[in-house]
């Protein structure tokens, strides 16, 4: 289980780098996996399984995905509901963009069975509009808010006020894990 966690994290990294960048050289996508097999080396992750180049990491994910040896459960269904905020009545605008963001870069067999809702079309345009705006952003607008707030602690600072808005807000979590209001 731990090798397929690690195999999605190199993948999503990848797959989001290129629809915001454009395609990526293969040299640097196999510096890329081997890089984060030290990463996977921190989980127990032996060795032999990982892929050492992007041509072994793409046909592990084609047998992994095509194989019948995924599925996704109901408790992985309701996990997805809430980090997607749509457990409580109404869900909060971040956790629908997210829902969709994810939907489209989710093979549509694990989209389905996780029960996304996709908007291909808003999902294309927003991915493209944020692609071209995306290098000329402050970096605390790009960055994901517990990123930000971590850099500043580590610089000895408060985090921004944003941030720590942004962190309550992305996806209302705050009102269900607490059961009050963000």
């Known amino acids: 289980a731990l090798r397929w966690v690690h195999a999605t994290l190199v993948d999503t990294t990848i797959t989001v780098r290129e629809r915001l960048d454009g395609p990526l050289p293969v040299p640097i996508k196999d510096r890329y996996v081997v890089e984060l097999n030290r990463f996977a080396a921190l989980f127990g992750i032996p060795p032999a399984l990982l892929a050492h180049s992007w041509a072994d990491h793409t046909a592990y994910m084609?047998?992994?995905?095509?194989?019948?040896?995924?599925?996704?459960?109901r408790v992985a269904r309701e996990m997805g509901k809430f980090l997607f905020g749509r457990q409580g009545a109404a869900q909060p605008p971040l956790g629908r963009i997210a829902e969709a963001v994810s939907a489209a870069?989710?093979?549509?067999?694990?989209?389905?069975?996780?029960?996304?809702?996709?908007?291909?079309?808003?999902?294309?345009?927003?991915?493209?509009?944020?692609?071209?705006?995306?290098?000329?952003?402050?970096?605390?607008?790009?960055?994901?808010?517990?990123?930000?707030?971590?850099?500043?602690?580590?610089?000895?600072?408060?985090?921004?006020?944003?941030?720590?808005?942004?962190?309550?807000?992305?996806?209302?979590?705050?009102?269900?894990?607490?059961?009050?209001?963000?």
């Open 62 to 73: 084609r047998a992994m995905l095509g194989g019948g040896q995924l599925a996704v459960t």
């Open 105 to 182: 870069l989710l093979p549509g067999t694990l989209a389905t069975a996780f029960g996304l809702r996709a908007s291909p079309v808003p999902v294309r345009t927003g991915l493209a509009l944020f692609a071209a705006l995306y290098d000329r952003l402050p970096r605390r607008l790009v960055a994901i808010p517990a990123c930000a707030q971590a850099r500043e602690r580590i610089a000895g600072r408060e985090p921004s006020r944003f941030s720590v808005w942004a962190e309550r807000q992305l996806f209302g979590l705050a009102s269900h894990v607490a059961g009050q209001g963000a």
